[in-house]
């Protein structure tokens, strides 16, 4: 496959369209719309849905952007904090997006009470793995996050990068996340709605399952910084370990002894 797409959809005088950011926006406003039924259907008033998504909006952004800042480029960024506002220049990192999630649901949480920080993140699980597919879509129009040098038939050349057939690894990451929104999707009805499984499972079972999956996939990817030459993991697989081993504790733990679990299950007082 030669791909060779211009990242920039329409131009209106200074103003730029971009696929990344129509893929980014489409899939929020798909992943709040579904959202929104579930929140009407626990008596959630109006305001209170928007407020929550906002929250789980500005979380994601601020998450990823910090993430790719302090993650991957500290040095530069910590020697000019201004340039982390410069969102429009790229540098998303989705690890740094998932976590900016959990900190936005507690601090909606601890505003509004209404419901536990699992019933919230658990709702919204589906949803945000669909986001997730739409973000690393918007990078394959950017021709980004790439693959390493391949000789597989589905090899992508990246002619805006360079004249090598490399893995289209930006496909194998959405494919991958839309099918665990999907998968999500069902385990919410069959076994949370029903409460057929303990608070946290659900959680349990999509950091396991999302993260095992970015650890595998990881193999394929060229560096995302120089500094990972020469690594035995690189920064992708090294922060993936601890949502899975979270996911692990979630799903196993004995969790009805811990303070800290009862704090999860109980809305904040």
Known sequence: ???????????????????????????????????KKRFKAAGFPDKEIDSVLNYMLIGTIIGARL??????????????????????????????????????TFLYLKKWKRKSF????????????????????????????LGKITDVPWGFRFVRVDSYLRRPTPIYESLGYFSISLTMYFLYRKFIVTNKWPAGRGL????????????????????????????????????????ILLG???????QTKHKFWNFLTKPLK
């Open 1 to 35: 496959m030669i791909w060779n797409i211009d990242p920039v959809l329409l131009k209106l005088g200074p103003l730029e369209i971009r696929y990344y950011g129509l893929c980014f926006a489409l899939g929020f406003f798909l992943a709040f719309s579904y959202a």
């Open 67 to 104: 993430g790719h800042c302090l993650f991957y480029q500290p040095d530069h960024y910590l020697s000019n904090p201004l340039e982390i506002l410069k969102v429009w220049e790229g540098g998303l990192a989705s690890h740094g997006g998932f976590l900016g999630v959990l900190i936005a």
């Open 118 to 145: 699992f019933w919230l993140i658990e709702t919204m699980m589906a949803p945000i793995m669909f986001v997730a597919g739409m973000i690393r879509l918007g990078n394959l129009m950017n021709s980004e996050i």
């Open 204 to 243: 349990g079972v999509v950091f396991v399952i999302s993260f095992v999956f970015r650890f595998f996939v990881e193999q394929f990817k060229i560096e995302q910084v120089r500094f990972e030459q020469g690594m035995a993991f690189n920064m992708g697989q090294i922060l993936s370990i601890p949502f």
């Open 248 to 254: 692990i504790y979630f799903i196993t733990g004995n």
